[in-house]
């Protein structure tokens, strides 16, 4: 019963997290919030860590059974997962993405100084050129590195599932702005497994 009530938590935390950035509540948000729209991101942000705390701490607060424990060479493959998982995700936020845009803070820098936020292109380099959500791929990843116990297989599978679903969700949200280059990036970049699609000649 406590583990279905884990799977429940996290699973009411990515519904919450999901539907506040949903073209729907969007829409919504920017009806209400006018021009202070901008504003929406960073609090989107703000939010969605906070309530993050809770829901750790109340799966942290479970007696679980440790399930997996890793040995060398086990532990040594597991630590270089983590690293090469964290290097992709800040390669990613840092390099391969707008981290202020990511955070909000591009949107209110845009709002004071006046500046109408122009449709940028789609971008192609580093490693979106190999994965189309490369820090989806990477959290993935990191999340199955730091499998122990019973919950965390719970915890785990609820936020796979949860990634795995956002993803395609955020996909038809980028086809509605970009329309046909993005099926066509589709076509050439894998969503979340790197070198799944044969190149075309």
């Known amino acids: 019963m406590n583990y279905f009530l884990i799977a429940l938590i996290w699973a009411g935390y990515?519904?919450?997290?999901?539907?506040?950035?949903?073209?729907?509540?969007t829409n919504q948000m920017k009806l209400v919030l006018k021009s202070h729209y901008a504003y929406y991101r960073l609090f989107y942000v703000l939010i969605s860590t906070?309530?993050?705390?809770?829901v750790f701490y109340y799966t942290g607060l479970l007696?679980?059974?440790?399930i997996i424990t890793y040995h060398p060479p086990w532990s040594y493959i597991?630590?270089?997962?983590?690293?090469?998982?964290?290097?992709?995700?800040?390669?990613?936020?840092?390099?391969?993405?707008?981290?202020?845009?990511?955070?909000?803070f591009r949107q209110i820098i845009n709002f004071r100084k006046k500046i109408v936020n122009q449709q940028e292109g789609i971008k192609k380099s580093?490693?979106?050129?190999i994965v189309r959500h490369p820090m989806y791929s990477a959290t993935i990843l990191f999340l199955w590195c730091q499998?122990?116990?019973?919950?965390?297989i719970v915890a785990n599978a609820v936020l796979?599932?949860?990634?795995?679903?956002?993803?395609?969700?955020?996909?038809?949200?980028?086809?509605?702005e970009f329309g046909n280059s993005y099926i066509q990036y589709q076509k050439e970049v894998p969503m979340l497994i790197p070198f799944t699609k044969l190149k075309s000649k």
């Not at 990515?14 to 509540?25: D, K, P, Q, V």
């Not at 796979?160 to 509605?176: D, F, N, P, S, W």
């Open 160 to 176: 796979t599932a949860y990634v795995i679903i956002g993803t395609m969700l955020e996909e038809r949200k980028l086809v509605q």
């Open 126 to 129: 580093g490693l979106l050129g």
């Open 50 to 54: 906070v309530l993050l705390f809770p």
């Open 14 to 25: 990515c519904s919450l997290h999901s539907y506040m950035i949903s073209i729907r509540f």
């Open 78 to 104: 597991r630590y270089a997962f983590v690293i090469c998982s964290l290097l992709i995700f800040f390669k990613a936020f840092l390099f391969d993405y707008d981290s202020l845009s990511f955070l909000g």
């Open 147 to 152: 499998t122990f116990r019973l919950s965390d």
């Open 63 to 66: 007696k679980s059974e440790v």
